[in-house]
């Protein structure tokens, strides 16, 4: 299968490498952040499918959740898992006291979420070990061309979403060559005979007085302009499909 790099290239009919606009690394984030945005998209009882188990022992007692969704969390009692309850990080005082009624237990344990970090009470151990089950959202490299733990189903928006914003920061860096490459940055500058775009037109005319050739320079930076405009508009086109693709897998995989 093609790399996710190779279907974006096809999609937006550009070349991606180390220092393209956009550049492989900010490929790598396009890609990561549309898995994200797409497992988001799932309904609850479909997330589960794809949900990751962590355990937690005397080693590793708490889990980083790091905008992860966590599903279930189980706490062994020596016999079996007991589903742990969530408690707001405010009331853990109160579950560690084994006179208040809200106290846990070894069969009626709780977990809560203080600081990014999840907490099981009672603490896990390795004898009585805790698992949690989230969905934690992949990293996808633009070399990769599968994710694991994915829809696969879903796998075909990724590198859809991916062409997306190649194509937006695309057109974000032409839109910023404008001023480079015709020699308007906004600021008066006088003009010489090594100046270039209409700044050297300006030369030709305030100094030499060459207007055949100040219109043919006119005449080509006019050229180049339209066809800059031409390519500018493709992207714009192409773009708006590839969004309208992606708005309708997404309205699938929610089941709308």
């Known amino acids: 299968m093609a790399t996710f790099e190779a279907q974006v290239e096809g999609l937006t009919s550009l070349s991606i490498d180390g220092s393209s606009a956009p550049t492989q690394t900010e490929l790598t984030q396009f890609l990561t952040d549309g898995a994200k945005e797409i497992l988001t998209s799932l309904p609850d009882s ?35 898992n007991q589903p742990c309850r969530k408690i707001p990080a405010r009331l853990s005082g109160r579950a560690r006291d084994s006179d208040d009624m809200m106290a846990a237990s070894v069969t009626d344990p709780v977990y809560y979420i203080s600081n990014n970090l999840l907490s099981v009470f009672p603490e896990p151990s390795n004898s ?49 060559e404008i001023p480079r490459n015709s020699d308007q940055d906004g600021t008066f500058t006088t003009a010489s ?14 100094n030499s007085e060459d ?46």
């Open 211 to 256: 207007i055949e050739l100040a219109s043919s320079i006119v005449g080509s930076l006019s050229s180049e302009m339209q066809q800059f405009m031409a390519e500018y508009k493709w992207y714009q086109e192409q773009q708006a499909k590839l969004q309208a693709d992606y708005d309708k897998g997404i309205q699938i995989v929610r089941g709308g």
């Open 46 to 80: 479909k997330k589960q499918l794809f949900t990751t188990s962590s355990e937690l022992n005397g080693s590793s007692v708490n889990y980083t959740v790091a905008g992860s969704e966590v599903f279930a969390v189980t706490r062994d009692d020596g016999t079996i």
């Open 128 to 176: 009585n070990n805790a698992h949690v089950q989230a969905l934690a959202y992949p990293a996808v490299a633009f070399g990769d061309s599968s994710v694991a733990r994915f829809p696969d189903e879903a796998e075909y928006l990724i590198p859809l979403y991916g062409a997306i914003k190649t194509l937006q920061n695309k057109m974000a860096s032409m839109m910023d």
């Open 193 to 206: 005979s090594s100046s270039q775009g209409y700044e050297k037109v300006r030369h030709l005319l305030e």
